[in-house]
């Protein structure tokens, strides 16, 4: 599987904006970039994926870097519900399988 | 939104019963589910790729007459934990997406734990 690497933890404080790198180094050419973050006691919950191209949604905007070896989720402006763990993915498509392997992601602290 | 829903959301039970744990896709047909594991302060662990109407597929280390899965239905898997023992204790998480490049919807999470 493709690996990803994030800081364990960012902080930020509230209305501020916030970026999470990841970096991918090992990414193939057909692999997409998905990001999920995780509220405390619950599942995780899909932001946003893209392949080469910035994406941009309701929630967080992904920038790729044009090399696809690294990438940074944006937060505009954080509020204390975004506080969580946030995890980069690369999606694993070998052999037809959508599984995702989940590393340990970077716990985002949001302060008031 | 596409909505999975997990069932029960915490089981609490003796050591040695056997749990089963629902994970519903609501609004769609999911032909593939997975099953997660995550102890506490780490990251969540693949257990099993559920597949409607075949037998699961298992990760590397996960016993499969332990960890039995059933996928009868588009929008039904089921994951038994057999003879659950105090190191089963854990949050177990399912999740199902639509066929092709979509994001996977994930459920609330089952806390088990086994006394």
């Known amino acids: 599987d493709a690996k990803t690497t994030q800081p364990n933890s960012m902080e930020s404080n509230e209305e501020e904006p916030v970026h999470l790198p990841c970096n991918h180094s090992t990414i193939s050419g057909t692999d997409y970039i998905h990001w999920y973050r995780q509220l405390p006691s619950q599942g995780p919950e899909y932001v946003i994926h893209g392949l080469t191209s910035n994406v941009n949604n309701r929630m967080a905007s992904l920038a790729i870097a044009e090399d696809r070896k690294s990438s940074t989720l944006i937060l505009h402006r954080a509020t204390l519900r975004d506080a969580a763990v946030y995890y980069c993915?690369?999606?694993?498509?070998?052999?037809?399988?959508?599984?995702?392997?989940f590393g340990k992601g970077t716990k985002l602290t949001v302060n008031p | 939104g596409a909505v999975v829903s997990q069932h029960p959301s915490r089981v609490i039970c003796k050591s040695g019963t056997s749990v089963k744990i629902e994970c519903r896709s609501l609004d769609f047909q999911a032909t593939t589910m997975f099953w997660y594991r995550q102890f506490p302060k780490q990251s969540l662990m693949l257990m099993a790729t559920s597949n409607e109407g075949s037998k699961a597929t298992y990760e590397q280390g996960v016993e499969k007459d332990k960890f039995l899965i059933n996928h009868a239905s588009l929008t039904l898997s089921t994951l038994t934990v057999t003879s659950a023992h105090p190191e089963d204790s854990s949050f177990y998480i399912c999740s199902a997406s639509i066929p092709g490049n979509q994001p996977q919807h994930f459920g609330d999470g089952t806390r088990l734990s086994i006394l």
């Open positions: 993915i690369l999606r694993d498509r070998q052999g037809g399988s959508e599984k995702l392997v």
